[in-house]
């Protein structure tokens, strides 16, 4: 139970309340140390969680290594998806497009026009972030499942363009031999550069959540019709925060496709689009870190399952719906549910 705790108090902020012994309302007051002790937690884990982070390519295997890599591109790709699910309350089933878009910019920069590995990452956020402005612009005009279902078809969209257009993009054979910089071709020395990576962009995108435009994403999912009633335009802050995921995702796909070599339109199905979903149910999407623990779980477990049977998806399908029936919050939020129950009978016995 108290690992359950420490884990999560790295995702949320909490507060013990004292009321007054006078037998009346009591004055509410805010523990200092107990918030100081919460910060002070939370650093030591992810100082640890870095460390073991950093000697990761000292104590693994060179395959593991490369599922770890994955691990980490696929939790990008979960974060973009859930920014706009569990905290604008939209599913969008056309996230894997944005993830191809981001691939495919960078394998044709690199490999037909010769370009600077640097310059096309940043096309690989460019590009997304434009297509993803042109879709949102039709999309947030919709809610609930006309919004994903619209996702789901310009996702599909995009990939019979990028499948089709093989005189372009190379069609089903897709773009073969895109290599990374010199000083980048070990897979540790990739490792570490799609470590920092996912680190800046997790960073970015908790900074995005918990600032004023992310508070007012979460009212709209929370009450979109008295978000509006306050004057907020929501068509043009859903439409933002569509960009922001959309480029979150070609990010992650950017810097996959040089390490992987390759890239191909089995990128931007939707049945690609599907993981970071499964993901965030897994890990559970109402906290952030849900979509990481649930994209490493469901990479590893893959891993793991595929040297007893090729059928991983039947055993995958059987652990979400495990998942769904038991755990609906996902795992973190199991967890969150008996901390927030512990936390309560601790108050109920401090008031006594």
Request: overall charge neutral.
């Amino acid at each position: 139970m108290y690992f359950c705790h420490s884990i999560f108090e790295i995702v949320s902020d909490f507060e013990i309340r004292i009321y007054g012994a006078d037998g009346g309302l009591g004055k509410m007051v805010t523990v200092q140390t107990e918030k100081k002790e919460s910060w002070v937690k939370r650093v030591w884990w992810l100082v640890l969680l870095i460390l073991l982070s950093l000697i990761a390519p000292f104590v693994m295997t060179e395959f593991y290594l490369s599922i770890l890599c994955e691990a980490l591109v696929m939790s990008m790709l979960a974060l973009s998806f859930n920014f706009l699910f569990g905290y604008m309350g939209q599913l969008s089933f056309g996230q894997a497009a944005f993830y191809g878009l981001g691939g495919y910019a960078v394998a044709m920069l690199m490999m037909k026009v010769h370009l600077n590995f640097w310059l096309s990452l940043a096309a690989g956020i460019l590009l997304p972030s434009i297509i993803g402005l042109i879709v949102g612009f039709f999309c947030v005009r919709l809610r609930g499942i006309y919004f994903a279902i619209l996702t789901l078809a310009f996702g599909e969209l995009i990939f019979f363009i990028v499948f089709k257009w093989h005189d372009f993009t190379g069609g089903d054979d897709g773009i073969q031999g895109v290599f990374p910089p010199e000083f980048l071709k070990s897979p540790t020395s990739y490792y570490y550069f799609i470590l920092i990576v996912f680190l800046l962009s997790a960073f970015v995108l908790w900074k995005i959540i918990h600032s004023p435009f992310g508070q007012t994403i979460i009212s709209m999912r929370e009450n979109s019709e008295r978000t509006e009633f306050l004057g907020i335009n929501i068509a043009r802050y859903q439409l933002i925060a569509f960009v922001i995921a959309a480029a979150f995702a070609g990010l992650a796909g950017a810097i996959w496709v040089p390490f992987y070599r390759s890239v191909a339109p089995s990128y931007l199905t939707w049945i690609k689009s599907g993981e970071p979903v499964m993901a965030a149910i897994l890990g559970g999407p109402s906290l952030f870190f849900g979509p990481i623990l649930g994209m490493f779980i469901m990479t590893f477990f893959h891993a793991w399952v595929l040297g007893f049977t090729i059928y991983w998806p039947v055993v995958m399908g059987a652990l979400i719906l495990v998942v769904i029936f038991f755990l609906p919050g996902g795992i973190l939020g199991f967890i969150q549910e008996k901390v927030n129950q512990r936390r309560e009978k601790l108050n109920q016995l401090m008031e006594k």
